[in-house]
């Protein structure tokens, strides 16, 4: 037995639900110990098993519902569960905003040290379905045919899929014909624990003008490349090659082989050349909604300077473009920003830059070397800003900081240190990118006086 915890693994107990972790989990207390127990939701008294005993918190499983939210609902997914991806299908949409705009609170109260700043409700979906405009899925051998799915969670066991009622339908048709095509022509499926086989995963993605891009990801040289041609009839197909025994999809390599190397995505009235790597929000309607919301709480003028951190292909950066006086966008992957700078020509917008390099090294140095933009918009990834880059804010005395974040554990560590440079959090709005999953964005704007 644990000395700080009474309980022990394959203990049951009763346990009564009183709100979700950030994880999307359900949370509640015995004996001062917490419980992370997956699907079970606020208000629910539960009967649950212990898998994992840790020092401070216990994760279980449900065994028995036994008082039901009345806000839980039927699941549309048949792999909902088992496969990984939304951990929140059971709850009934209006609260699974709730749910979300309470767990960005309770980041930036009990981690980032904010607790007199009114977090607005989750802005969410009218139709919260069909909303992914991207799918990454790897391939398995299942029952005797080539499968494609996603992975169980924090495990590569492939959960086999027909459709996914989150994916737009364009999406999960292309990959249903890959798999039907590695059938037709006996081709191996790459194994992961062996390293042998050969057909790895496929990427695709459809746009708002209503152009396709397929990756097909092998491991050697791709087989029956013409049937696949013929089967797949996308504006743009490209193949992967990936030699590695890695779980990273892509390989270095990347071959046209039939369409166009480019396809086009339109948001905002802004038109975006996007590459197989480009980096693109997969909820296109929301993502309307994110950006506007960031620009309106950066509120640029037409004689400001403007940085744009991690900016991708430049997408928050030329929208800003039409408002300011110049944007500084800095992103370190080079194919993003020969993406952007194609994507300012396309849209006639000149007074847009773009550097590459890591924007821990970019920033600082900008700074040093006089640069001192009148306000900053940052978009990490979920890891969050490096500490650099947060120095960097705080001695380039910009006065409007936007932070848009996919993570909000890392938001309220970050909004913490930014703290301690001066910044006040002045408001705080989460949007809903990611109907029926645990995953929320936030937009906060911190000014300093």
Not at 69 to 79: I, Q
Not at 115 to 142: A, Q
Not at 264 to 281: H, T, W
Request: net charge neutral; proline share 6%; glycine share 8%.
């Amino acid at each position: 037995m644990n000395p700080v915890n009474p309980f022990q693994k394959n203990q049951e107990l009763t346990l009564l639900i009183t709100s979700l972790s950030s994880e999307g989990q359900g949370v509640g207390r015995s004996e001062g110990v917490a419980f992370f127990v997956p699907f079970a939701l606020p208000g629910e008294t539960v009967r649950a098993h212990i898998i994992k005993v840790e020092k401070r918190y216990c994760i279980a499983k449900i065994v028995e519902i036994l008082e039901p939210s009345p806000d839980r609902v039927e699941p549309k997914c048949e792999a909902f569960a088992k496969c990984g991806g939304c951990a929140m299908m059971h709850l009934s949409y209006p609260e699974q905003l709730r749910a979300k705009t309470q767990i960005v609170r309770d980041c930036l109260e009990r981690l980032g040290g904010v607790n007199d700043v009114c977090v607005s409700e989750t802005l969410g979906m009218d139709d919260p379905w069909r909303y992914r405009n991207k799918g990454s899925f790897p391939f398995g051998f299942v029952d005797g045919a080539v499968a494609f799915g996603f992975y169980a969670e924090r495990s590569h066991r492939l959960i086999p899929l027909f459709d996914c009622p989150i994916e737009d339908a364009r999406v999960t048709a292309i990959a249903r014909t890959v798999a039907e095509w590695a059938n037709r022509n006996h081709i191996r499926v790459y194994d992961e624990t062996t390293g042998k086989g050969c057909l790895r995963a496929c990427v695709v993605r459809v746009t708002s003008t209503g152009e396709r891009m397929a990756v097909v990801v092998t491991k050697g040289d791709l087989p029956a490349k013409e049937s696949l041609v013929r089967l797949l009839n996308v504006e743009s197909l490209y193949h992967s090659r990936n030699d590695r025994q890695t779980n990273v999809i892509y390989g270095d390599r990347f071959t046209l082989l039939n369409g166009k190397p480019q396809i086009v995505e339109e948001q905002n009235g802004i038109r975006f050349l996007v590459s197989p790597q480009s980096f693109l929000q997969v909820n296109p309607m929301q993502t309307r909604v994110l950006y506007e919301t960031a620009i309106r709480f950066l509120d640029p003028k037409p004689d400001e300077t403007i940085a744009d951190v991690y900016c991708g292909i430049g997408t928050i950066s030329l929208a800003i473009a039409k408002h300011a006086g110049k944007v500084v966008g800095i992103e370190c992957v080079p194919e993003a920003i020969e993406d952007a700078k194609k994507n300012a020509a396309l849209n006639g917008v000149g007074n847009a830059e773009f550097l590459c390099g890591l924007a821990e090294d970019i920033l600082p140095s900008l700074v040093k070397n006089g640069m001192r933009p009148d306000a900053i918009v940052i978009d990490p990834p979920r890891k969050g800003c490096e500490e650099p880059v947060l120095s960097a804010i705080a001695e380039s005395g910009v006065r409007r900081l936007v932070y848009v974040s996919c993570n909000p554990a890392t938001l309220a560590r970050d909004v913490k240190i930014l703290s301690s440079f001066g910044f006040c959090v002045q408001s705080v709005q989460p949007v809903d990118m990611f109907p029926h999953t645990q995953h929320v964005e936030t937009v906060v704007l911190m000014t300093k006086e």
